[in-house]
């Protein structure tokens, strides 16, 4: 069994813990916030001071990939979510009004996700790992750097904290997230440069939560809500215990939206003036819960550490966001990083800690087959995004032919949307519905009706409507 060292005590450190400690192996993890576990959910929501990690009120998707993988790998865990108010948004049970009731398919089962706050399944994770007798958390443990030997590939021993003390083990893993300082690291220690792909995502996010009032129901539907309108996105997301956000996405540099909307009384007024959203933010139906959140300067990173079949350095492995982030838009991280969490678990298991570069070599292929699609995904999908924003129609071309054929299938045929929602939930690759030609031709089919389609009526007000809106309520 092998001494792990876990460097970042959020979603994806703790699910590394977690899948570590099952197998039998010691692990201690490495947080900087200094901020004990709240009583309760709501507490964490409320209280927890969590600056390592800005995102965690703002809206997430626990999809089904990542809800499956709890009920097969750690049913306990789930158990707890569920207990702790999460609930399960099964989607054959809310099919687009068009398809009707849908009749039971095997496969049913796992199209399945979650309804809980980042806050809510973060808290659930620390007090299960805190109960585990394999696993030390240290609070307020901030990690300077590496402790190496050097070699023709240098040997990670640990980390150092900035207090100087040194935590060693036989491997350590990063899961500090986006802003992992492990290149900066590496090159000290002498390795080779991290080899870095990016992009920029092209949406600045803002977030607010609500509370159904006493004895109110939310509006029917489950599952995300939403639509793009060109010059904003908008989505509702439920939550745990009575609660759901909204988000509004908009382009970087759209000062004349984004100062407005910053505002409670702007967001809120936007709000009530979107379809999808409206019925949400009634006052009589929910209650604001928090500030408006922002979230500004995303991109897509994917960053390597096996270079030419050699990793840059032995005993230190990235996962989750460290390795591969991408838009928060698609609400991928939390489930990609719980991906990576098992997979080194399991690669771990297999290899072993006594081989190092086998090791390295495993999850890099795990990293290219399970997360690398869904980076190369985000990028393409965000490059449509900005081109629509910037009124390209051609360069957007692709993202018409997702609004009026792919969506529009998906609300019309059962068999795409089931593909629909397994590729939206990562249970199979997103290229699924391009490269299986039945499904394929039965998008063609509809995209080349597009015309003789009645317009969708669509009751929400463009940019200028908006605008002149916001300058009213604010």
Partial sequence: MADVVVVGGSVCGLLTAYALAQDGHSVTVLER?????????????????????????????????????????????????????????????????????????????????LACRRLTFEWVLRRAVEAEPLVTVRTGAVVSGLVTSTGAIPTVHGVVLTSGEKVLGDLTVDAAGRRSPLASWLADAGAGAVPTDEADCGLVYLSRFYRLRNGERAPDGTGVIGADLGYVKYAVFPGDNDCFSVTIGLRPG?????????????????????????????????????????????????????????????????????AVHTNPLYGRGCSLAAVHAFAFADALCDVGKDDPDALALNLDSVTRRELDPWYDAAVM???????????????????????????????????????????????????????????????????????????????????DAMIALLTTAV
């Fill in 33 to 113: 916030d200094d901020a004990p576990l709240p009583a309760t959910a709501d507490h964490a929501f409320d209280e927890w001071n969590r600056r390592g990690a800005p995102q965690v009120r703002h809206s997430h998707a626990l999809l089904a990939r990542l809800r499956n993988l709890l009920r097969d790998r750690a049913p306990a865990l789930l158990g707890d979510l569920l207990d702790a108010g999460a609930t399960e948004l099964r989607f054959v049970d809310t099919p687009p009004p068009e398809l009707g009731r849908l009749e039971p398919e095997d496969g049913d089962e796992d199209l399945v996700a």
């Fill in 254 to 322: 759209d000062d004349e939206l984004r100062q407005p909307l910053l505002t409670a009384e702007g967001f809120d007024a936007a709000a009530r003036a979107l379809p999808s959203t409206a019925p949400w933010v009634d006052p009589g139906l929910a209650a604001p819960i928090t500030t408006v959140q922002v979230m500004a300067g995303l991109r897509n990173t994917r960053r390597r550490f096996v270079v030419d079949g050699r990793p840059l350095a032995r005993n230190i492995y990235a996962l989750g966001d460290a």
């Fill in 381 to 463: 999908q965000d490059r449509g995004a900005v081109a629509a924003f910037g009124g390209d129609s051609e360069a957007a071309s692709p993202g018409n032919f997702v609004r009026d054929g792919l969506m529009a299938a998906a609300r019309r045929d059962p068999q795409v949307f089931r593909a629909f929602v397994r590729v939206l939930n990562l249970l199979t690759p997103p290229n699924t519905l391009i490269q299986d030609v039945e499904l394929a031709a039965r998008v063609l089919t509809v995209w080349n009706e597009r015309e003789a389609r009645p317009p969708i009526v669509d009751d929400a007000p463009d940019r």
